[in-house]
T-cell receptor, first 113, second 110 residues
C-alpha cells in the first residue's frame, strides 16, 4: 500500500513568492495534519483537517493557509515567502482526527532565497 | 503551554554500548507520549505510544518507559543502523496536535 505522498520533494522559491505544497494521505485516512520542521528543531504544528474541515491551527501567521479536498488530499499554501519559511514541511495522515496512528510523509524541503 | 525537553542534544555511542535518551514534559493532562525515529531528509517514523505512568513498551533493541514527569528511551547494545534523530512528542488530546521536542541525534560507531 502507498504511504503518505508529498509533492514536490524539493523546491526553491524567492522571497515574496507564493508556494503550494501537496499531500495525499493513506487510503482510508480522513485526517491530514501539517507540520513545519526547521533545521535542528522538532516539527511544529501548523494545521489539522478532518473530513474537509479545519480542526486545529498552530501559531503561524495568516500567510499560511490550507484546505482538504473531497478525496481527503490536502494543500498547504504559503504567501509572501520569507527566508524564515525555509524548512521541511511534513504531512501526517490518520484515520480519525487524532495523532494516534499518525503516518508521516517524507516531506517537502522548501528553500527560500 | 505544553513543553517537551529532550536531552542530551546529541549522543555518540560505540556499537554495543547501551544508553538512555531522556524526554521531560510539562503538560496539562497528558493523553499520550510518542517516540519517533527520523532519518536525514525523511519524515518521522513511529516507534511507541505510552499513555500512563509506569507503562513500558519494547521493540527490538529499544525500550520506552514513562513516569509522571519524563520518559526514557533505552537502547540496548546499539548497532550503527540505530543512528538517527529520536523525537519525543506529547498530546493532551484537546486539539489533537503533537508537541515535539527538538530531538536527540544518536550516532553509533562500529
Amino acid at each position: 500500500d502507498a504511504g503518505v505522498t508529498q509533492s514536490p520533494t524539493h523546491l526553491i522559491k524567492t522571497r515574496g513568492q507564493h508556494v503550494t505544497l501537496r499531500c495525499s494521505p493513506i487510503s482510508g485516512h480522513k485526517s491530514v495534519s501539517w507540520y513545519q520542521q526547521v533545521l535542528g528543531q522538532g516539527p511544529q504544528f501548523i494545521f489539522q483537517y478532518y473530513e474537509k474541515e479545519e480542526r486545529g491551527r498552530g501559531n503561524f501567521p495568516d500567510r499560511f493557509s490550507a484546505r482538504q479536498f473531497p478525496n481527503y488530499s490536502s494543500e498547504l499554501n504559503v504567501n509572501a515567502l520569507l527566508l524564515g519559511d525555509s524548512a521541511l514541511y511534513l504531512c501526517a495522515s490518520s484515520l480519525e482526527g487524532t495523532p494516534y496512528g499518525y503516518t508521516f510523509g517524507s516531506g517537502t524541503r522548501l528553500t527560500v532565497v | 503551554e505544553d513543553q517537551v525537553t529532550q536531552s542530551p542534544e546529541a549522543l555518540r555511542l560505540q556499537e554495543g554500548e547501551s544508553s538512555s535518551l531522556n524526554c521531560s514534559y510539562t503538560v496539562s493532562g497528558l493523553r499520550g507520549l510518542f517516540w519517533y525515529r527520523q532519518d536525514p531528509g525523511k519524515g518521522p517514523e513511529f516507534l511507541f505510544t505510552l499513555y500512563s505512568a509506569g507503562e513500558e513498551k519494547e521493540k527490538e533493541r529499544l525500550k520506552a518507559t514513562l513516569t509522571k514527569k519524563e520518559s526514557f528511551l533505552h537502547i540496548t547494545a546499539p548497532k550503527p543502523e540505530d543512528s538517527a534523530t529520536y523525537l519525543c512528542a506529547v498530546t493532551t488530546g484537546a486539539n489533537s496536535k503533537l508537541t515535539f521536542g527538538k530531538g536527540i541525534t544518536l550516532s553509533v560507531r562500529p
